[in-house]
């Protein structure tokens, strides 16, 4: 079972659809006991960053997540801003992240006027680092929108690269945490692909 | 890079999904969740959906629709018709929408986009712009489905709404709607040079040469069609299509 954290930031609806075609069992919750009993959890949101983390650490099931995530080694998936919230800060706010990814979450400077912020649309991604979640989906688009992009400060953290304007880390992992900033439960097969590996981890 | 999007963009109207000309004569095209799954698996890059019933008629939104419509959709969605108040966006979110569109509102109540962009996120709050030539020629907003003439201009309107933090701005050309002559290049072109938040252009497409052109000469991020993806053939019989991932992506 899967527990998709409702901590009040956030479409968590559409992933739960998407988990229910591909047949994995999930749920939405904020439950204590049903997150204590989860096998793995799904972080996602959109939003400020300073919302979200505040939200998140403020939520009655964080001390429980803590533990399961980083004593028990429970996989977790962050989505997007989900996947923000692992690093240790971002440019979008003054609040500290989780830090459970040593990375850092920064503003797009580009100096090309021609590129729209935010960054939304679909873009293929490059692996760059070999990882179940991204097994078989080395020809891929992903669908993406985000003003901030992550900036992993050990490179062995980084699983996937895409470009905009610049190349930028849009997938990190340490041990059994992982994010993703683009958004698999709006693309198609390859974002069905990317939820059934992560839960066959 | 980014790849620029195409997207098919479906009425609402009387529970079923129709194809308008010029905002009138609407034009029965099928089932909504039976067009979704074909979409699905031609694999598109959005989709919308314009409930052209509800502001008119003054109803709510039609949540188990959208609800339903939602559940089938594993591409982006937006939803748009009949939003009033972040109450009502909050419950379309909740259902499984990223993005909401506002149109006949962000003429009335333009601080209902500041107000649900910072709720929401400015990703998740799209404006479309009904426009319109007047009598004279000039390009005018128009709401009330293509009905009122506010003699707003266009441009003006654009900025103004970038301004109060709409991530998205689909600009939609009442004269060219279901005509498939090719986009309002020209003003497309105008309002691209004055803003940076992705344009999309709907109104107009008839063919690929259209989309290119919206892409090449207007710039803009993202083109939205109707007739072209539901009609095929000169007596434009019934028949949902998208093109092939390659005729365009590369641009």
Known sequence: MIAILDYGVGNLMSIHNMFNKIGVDSVITSDVEEIRNADKYLLSGVGSFDHGINSLKSASFFKTLEKEVLDKKKPILGICLGMQLLTNSSEEGKEKGLGWIDAQTIRFDLDNKKLSIPHMGWSKVSIVNTNNIFRNLEENRFYFVHSYHVFCNDESNELATANYGKIFTCSINEDNIYGVQFHPEKSHKFGMKLLKNFEGI | ?251
């Open chain 2, 1 to 251: 890079m980014v790849q620029k999007r195409v997207i098919p963009c479906l009425l609402l109207h009387k529970g079923g999904l129709y194809k308008t000309e010029k905002f009138g004569k609407p034009t029965y095209i099928g089932d909504p969740i039976n067009a979704i799954k074909i979409f699905n698996d031609k694999e598109v890059d959005e989709l919308i959906f314009l409930d052209i019933d509800a502001s008119s008629q003054k109803k709510d939104p039609n949540y188990k629709l959208i609800e339903d419509i939602a559940s089938e959709c594993f591409m982006p969605l937006c939803y748009g018709g009949g939003i009033k108040s972040v109450d009502q966006m909050k419950k379309v979110y909740s259902l499984g929408v990223e993005k909401i569109s506002l149109s006949s509102q962000a003429v009335l109540n333009p601080y209902l986009i500041k107000e649900a962009a910072n709720l929401f996120g400015n990703q998740s709050v799209i404006v479309t712009v009904d426009i319109k030539k007047d009598f004279w020629g000039k390009r005018k907003v128009f709401i009330n489905n293509g009905k009122k003439n506010t003699k707003i201009d266009p441009l003006e309107f654009v900025m103004k709404v970038e301004d109060l933090g709409a991530g998205e701005i689909v600009i939609n050309s009442v004269d060219n709607d279901g005509v498939m002559n090719g986009f309002d290049v020209d003003l497309l072109k105008e309002i691209k040079t004055n803003t940076t938040v992705p344009i999309t252009a709907l109104g107009g497409a008839g063919n690929i040469e259209h989309i290119i052109e919206a892409f090449d000469v207007a710039k803009v991020n993202a083109v939205a069609c109707g007739s072209m993806f539901v009609y095929q053939g000169r007596l434009k019989g019934v028949l949902i299509s998208y093109p092939a991932f390659n005729e365009f992506k590369n641009q």
